[in-house]
C-alpha cells in the first residue's frame, strides 16, 4: 500500500505564505516525478508544478516567481513554498507522485487526498 499525506494548508492573507508537505509511505522502491496540481471550485484540476528525481523543476505561468517546488528523496518527501499568494490561488491543492513499488513493476501514478488553502483579500 502507498499514502502520500499532504499537510500544511489552511487560510492565509493575500501576500502571505505558506508551505505545503507530502509525504509518500508504504511499499516504494522509487520515486520519479512528484508534482503539485490544484482545483479551485468550478474549474478543472490545474498542474501547478513539477520536480523530476534530478531536480528539474516546471511551473505554470501563473505561480512562476512565488511559488517553489522541492523534494527531499530520502525522506521520500514533496515541498510547495508558496509566497505571494492571490485569492487566485485558493483551491485544493493535490500532491501526485510517479512510484514504483519494487524493481519488477512499473512506475504508477499516486494521489494524496488534498488540502485546502484559502487565500483572503
Known amino acids: 500500500q502507498v499514502q502520500l499525506v499532504e499537510s500544511g494548508g489552511g487560510l492565509v492573507q493575500a501576500g502571505g505564505s505558506l508551505e505545503l508537505s507530502c509525504v509518500a509511505s508504504?511499499?516504494?522502491?522509487?520515486?520519479?516525478?512528484m508534482a503539485w496540481y490544484r482545483q479551485a471550485p468550478g474549474k478543472q484540476r490545474e498542474l501547478v508544478a513539477t520536480?523530476?528525481?534530478?531536480?528539474?523543476?516546471n511551473y505554470v505561468d501563473s505561480v512562476k516567481g512565488r511559488f517553489t517546488i522541492s523534494r527531499d528523496n530520502a525522506k521520500k518527501m514533496g515541498y510547495l513554498q508558496m509566497k505571494n499568494l492571490e485569492p487566485e490561488d485558493t483551491a485544493v491543492y493535490y500532491c501526485?507522485?510517479?512510484?514504483?513499488?519494487?524493481?519488477?513493476?512499473?512506475?504508477?501514478?499516486?494521489w494524496g487526498q488534498g488540502i485546502q488553502v484559502t487565500v483572503s483579500s
Open positions: 508504504g511499499s516504494i522502491f522509487t520515486i520519479s516525478t
Open positions: 501526485n507522485a510517479g512510484i514504483r513499488r519494487s524493481r519488477s513493476t512499473s512506475f504508477a501514478p499516486y
Open positions: 520536480i523530476t528525481s534530478g531536480g528539474v523543476t
